[in-house]
């Protein structure tokens, strides 16, 4: 049963586009969404957040749109750089530490 | 600053066989976490602590032991390995427990059980 899920394995774009990475979540208790990235061989690094009280966080080039609604968040970086290929992973919770990850999308970006 | 440190990076155990995998973290943080990554799937949290001397089971204990004696080291214990216990695993800390806090994150740990 997952309760968040991110259905694109992995998402090809060109230097200097917009990448959209997209999540959806099944719990409407959740509360906080984390973006973390992955490069290979190394630990998730944190990149953005976002609480259910918003629609909208903007940090430099990330920003993360929620929708409520729809149970459905999207990580926007523009423009995308090479640097920027890596796996996401979409992670959400509620008022506990628990968080709950998605699969994580592959992200690469073409010079 | 170190950050989240984690040893070894690869190991290959044999059914039945135990292992410790370290954890250590210099931030001071009072919370510290243990995930699995399996291949192709998402984080899952196996045990979590909130200070020297407290743990807790997360998602998928099952398997598994902890124990924290200082704020610094949170080892992971594989009393009996088995081929379900190959994965990635991840030591990672953060200064609150709050859903929101950034989780710092060591290297990880790959591990195959033959």
């Known amino acids: 049963d997952q309760q968040v899920k991110q259905n694109s394995p992995s998402l090809r774009v060109q230097e200097g586009r917009i990448s959209i990475l997209n999540c959806d979540y099944t719990?409407?208790?959740?509360?906080?969404f984390l973006w973390y990235k992955k490069y290979p061989a190394e630990g998730p690094t944190f990149l953005i957040s976002?609480?259910?009280?918003?629609d909208k966080n903007e940090d430099g080039r990330f920003t993360v749109f929620l929708n409520k609604s729809a149970k459905h968040l999207s990580l926007h970086i523009v423009p995308s750089q090479p640097g920027d290929s890596a796996v996401y992973f979409c992670?959400?919770?509620?008022?506990?530490?628990?968080?709950?990850f998605g699969k994580g999308t592959l992200l690469t970006v073409n010079p | 600053n170190a950050g989240v440190t984690q040893t070894p990076k690869f190991r290959i155990l044999k059914i039945g066989q135990s292992m410790t995998l370290q954890c250590t973290q210099d931030?001071?943080?009072?919370?510290m976490y243990w995930y699995r990554q399996d291949p192709g799937m998402g984080l899952k949290l196996i045990y979590y602590?909130?200070?020297?001397?407290?743990?807790d089971k997360g998602e998928v204990p099952n398997g598994y032991n902890v124990s924290r004696s200082t704020t610094e080291d949170f080892p992971l214990r594989l009393e009996l390995a088995a081929p379900s216990q190959t994965s990635v695993y991840f030591c990672?800390?953060?200064?609150?427990?709050?859903?929101?806090?950034?989780?710092?994150f060591g290297q990880g740990t790959r591990l195959t059980v033959v």
């Open positions: 976002i609480s259910s009280i918003k």
């Open positions: 719990n409407s208790m959740f509360d906080y």
């Open positions: 931030m001071n943080h009072n919370y």
């Open positions: 602590s909130v200070g020297a001397g407290i743990t």
């Open positions: 990672a800390s953060s200064y609150s427990l709050q859903i929101n806090t950034e989780a710092f």
């Open positions: 992670a959400s919770g509620g008022s506990n530490y628990k968080l709950t």
